[in-house]
């Protein structure tokens, strides 16, 4: 297959519809985009019903660009990331894997342009997040919910205002950030280093005073950026959990048991801000962006240091740090009601407290008049019969 031939069907399945964000390429499956989060088949001509094994090879080789290195990497490991570029139209973060003993190919569209904080509708609270001068900002969520477009914007803000030097591990690089105010030098994984941790451990030779790791995959990337951190760097990353607690516990049983205790001192001198994001559907089509936000204060440290006890969990932290502009994923979901993005039935079936979160949806209801319960009316049974009317009559 020749470049051309697949430049030709990527773009076909790019403009099937207006919001596409994956591209899918499945043996035995048509040709998939995910649009506003759901798969639906693109038409193309000639018509392709069902990909074949032979099909999906040839256009993982060519994506690729048949590289001896991604090649390898995909006999041995049975994947490689790659990215791959249409050039003048879009960019692709790639994932080639075997399955069933043929491959399957998942293309992320990456944006061309980076959205600000204020185009994104973050919380002003991001304004003084990205202020910090050293230490840890994670920003978590499940593949694909926006998290690093949200490092990108971040990151933005700090190029607007900021002279300093930004060095990026990433695999591959995702946002092209200009020289502005701030100098990045942004280097990809397999074209530039080996490894998130060896990229780390050379990014604190080269004198930058941020530096954002792709994803904190392993022990020694977290241990390293750990030291960064505590030697006045700002580290940015990215984890795959879905809140709080449950991202200090992923760093935690990275190490092992014995290391348990110094480890949670170090995480509690070092996280600055957690930033939890989900995306959850939005009232008329898209996807709307809720977030759990926790800063670093006395009671977190304390939590980090001693784990997570009946009525000392993040969660309750958070909710009272609220007058400080953090939030739950639970206020985020009622906040995001009350200005209309999202539907009454989204905000519950993604709730983590549904009864915390039917409270405030009632609240708002009730603000507005509407109807905070399907029950008319209620009244006694007047035909129970306690034997009080036969002893009346006697």
Same mark, same amino acid.
């Given at each position: 297959?020749?470049?051309?031939?697949?430049?030709?069907?990527?773009?076909?399945?790019?403009?099937?519809?207006?919001?596409?964000?994956?591209?899918?390429?499945?043996?035995?499956?048509?040709?998939?985009?995910?649009?506003?989060?759901?798969?639906?088949?693109?038409?193309?001509?000639?018509?392709?019903?069902?990909?074949?094994?032979?099909?999906?090879?040839?256009?993982?080789?060519?994506?690729?660009?048949?590289?001896?290195?991604?090649?390898?990497?995909?006999?041995?490991?049975?994947?490689?990331?790659?990215?791959?570029?249409?050039?003048?139209?879009?960019?692709?973060?790639?994932? #080639?894997?075997?399955?069933? *003993? @043929?491959? &399957?190919?998942?293309?992320?569209? +990456? !944006?061309?342009?980076?959205?600000? $904080?204020?185009?994104?509708?973050?919380?002003?609270?991001?304004?003084?997040?990205?202020?910090?001068?050293?230490?840890? #900002?994670?920003?978590?969520? *499940? @593949?694909? &919910?926006?998290?690093?477009?949200? +490092? !990108?914007?971040?990151?933005?803000? $700090?190029?607007?205002?900021?002279?300093?030097?930004?060095?990026?591990?990433?695999?591959?690089?995702?946002?092209?950030?200009?020289?502005?105010?701030?100098?990045?030098?942004?280097?990809?994984?397999?074209?530039?280093?080996?490894?998130?941790?060896?990229?780390?451990?050379?990014?604190?030779?080269?004198?930058?005073?941020?530096?954002?790791?792709?994803?904190?995959?392993?022990?020694?990337?977290?241990?390293?950026?750990?030291?960064?951190?505590?030697?006045?760097?700002?580290?940015?990353?990215?984890?795959?959990?879905?809140?709080?607690?449950?991202?200090?516990?992923?760093?935690?049983?990275?190490?092992?048991?014995?290391?348990?205790?110094?480890?949670?001192?170090?995480?509690?001198?070092?996280?600055?801000?957690?930033?939890?994001?989900?995306?959850?559907?939005?009232?008329?089509?898209?996807?709307?962006?809720?977030?759990?936000?926790?800063?670093?204060?006395?009671?977190?440290?304390?939590?980090?240091?001693?784990?997570?006890?009946?009525?000392?969990?993040?969660?309750?932290?958070?909710?009272?740090?609220?007058?400080?502009?953090?939030?739950?994923?639970?206020?985020?979901?009622?906040?995001?009601?009350?200005?209309?993005?999202?539907?009454?039935?989204?905000?519950?079936?993604?709730?983590?407290?549904?009864?915390?979160?039917?409270?405030?949806?009632?609240?708002?209801?009730?603000?507005?008049?509407?109807?905070?319960?399907?029950?008319?009316?209620?009244?006694?049974?007047?035909?129970?019969?306690?034997?009080?009317?036969?002893?009346?009559?006697?």
């Amino acid at each position: 297959m020749r470049t051309a031939d697949l430049d030709y069907i990527l773009t076909t399945m790019l403009e099937s519809f207006s919001n596409v964000s994956d591209l899918n390429i499945t043996v035995g499956k048509p040709l998939q985009v995910e649009n506003d989060g759901e798969l639906v088949e693109v038409p193309i001509a000639p018509k392709i019903s069902k990909l074949t094994p032979y099909q999906t090879e040839v256009m993982a080789l060519t994506s690729i660009n048949s590289d001896r290195r991604l090649t390898d990497i995909l006999l041995k490991e049975g994947s490689c990331d790659s990215s791959y570029q249409i050039p003048g139209k879009a960019r692709f973060r790639v994932n #080639i894997f075997s399955q069933r *003993s @043929t491959y &399957s190919i998942v293309m992320r569209r +990456l !944006a061309t342009r980076i959205a600000t $904080i204020d185009e994104m509708k973050l919380p002003k609270l991001f304004n003084e997040v990205i202020k910090e001068k050293n230490g840890f #900002i994670l920003v978590t969520g *499940s @593949t694909g &919910s926006g998290k690093s477009t949200t +490092l !990108a914007a971040m990151l933005d803000a $700090i190029n607007q205002y900021k002279s300093v030097h930004v060095v990026t591990l990433e695999d591959p690089v995702e946002f092209v950030h200009p020289h502005k105010k701030a100098t990045f030098n942004q280097r990809e994984l397999g074209a530039d280093y080996d490894a998130f941790s060896t990229g780390l451990r050379a990014a604190l030779r080269q004198a930058p005073k941020i530096i954002l790791v792709g994803e904190m995959r392993d022990r020694e990337t977290v241990e390293i950026g750990m030291s960064a951190a505590e030697t006045g760097h700002l580290v940015m990353s990215t984890l795959h959990t879905v809140e709080a607690g449950q991202t200090v516990s992923r760093i935690i049983g990275m190490f092992d048991k014995d290391e348990e205790k110094l480890l949670r001192i170090r995480l509690a001198e070092t996280v600055r801000w957690i930033i939890c994001q989900r995306l959850v559907p939005r009232i008329g089509g898209g996807r709307v962006a809720i977030l759990e936000i926790m800063g670093n204060n006395l009671r977190v440290k304390d939590t980090i240091l001693n784990g997570e006890q009946e009525g000392k969990t993040f969660y309750d932290i958070i909710t009272a740090g609220e007058a400080f502009g953090w939030r739950t994923f639970d206020g985020s979901l009622v906040e995001a009601f009350k200005d209309g993005s999202i539907s009454e039935e989204t905000a519950m079936a993604y709730a983590s407290r549904k009864a915390t979160v039917g409270r405030g949806l009632d609240k708002i209801k009730a603000g507005r008049g509407e109807k905070t319960t399907d029950i008319e009316s209620l009244s006694i049974d007047g035909g129970h019969d306690d034997g009080s009317n036969a002893k009346r009559k006697k």
